[in-house]
Structures are given as structure tokens and as C-alpha cells.
């Protein structure tokens, strides 16, 4: 249910939202080495503020807001993963 609430919170955002986009499990590469799909995320484009990702197949760049549903994946999520969210 954790998942599904944030993707309906996230597209009900978009929808009232101009000049974002929202994504559900889509790869996102962040930078040479590191290649991530969120359960969820938010890019925000760049002619609206946001930092310029480039959205085609993949997301490319850091996205505005990336959401994990960390409830099985917690050790990775909140770690690893975290820290290179975080960098970028």
C-alpha cells in the first residue's frame, strides 16, 4: 500500500503542478556509476526551477525527489543508497 500512496501522492502533485513530471520504478542514472530505479520520483523541469535532468528512456541526473518504499530493502535503501541520492 506504501508504494501506491506515494505514486498517487506524487501524480496528484504533478497533476496541480505545471513543469514537473512524475515517475514510477524508472531507471535513473545519476551519474557515471550509479544507476538506481526509485520506487518513485519527481523531476521538476529546468525552464521550471529544477535541476535540469534529462527525461527520454531514462531519467538522467539527480531528480528533484526520489522516493523509496524502504519496507523490504531498508538496509540498502537507507544506506547505500541514501548517500548517493544524497550526493547528487
Given amino acids: 500500500q506504501a508504494h501506491a500512496r506515494v505514486g498517487s501522492w506524487l501524480f496528484n502533485y504533478h497533476a496541480a ?5 512524475c ?3 524508472t531507471t535513473t542514472i545519476l551519474d557515471d556509476a550509479n ?4 520506487d518513485a520520483q519527481l523531476v521538476v523541469k529546468a525552464e521550471y526551477g529544477g535541476q ?3 527525461l527520454g528512456q531514462y ?10 518504499v524502504a519496507a523490504t530493502s531498508a538496509s540498502n535503501d ?3 543508497k541514501f548517500e548517493v541520492y544524497e550526493h547528487a
Fill in 17 to 21: 503542478t505545471p513543469g514537473t513530471e
Fill in 23 to 25: 515517475f514510477d520504478n
Fill in 35 to 38: 544507476e538506481f530505479q526509485p
Fill in 52 to 54: 535540469g535532468v534529462k
Fill in 59 to 68: 531519467v538522467e541526473g539527480a531528480p528533484d525527489l526520489a522516493v523509496e
Fill in 78 to 80: 537507507l544506506y547505500e
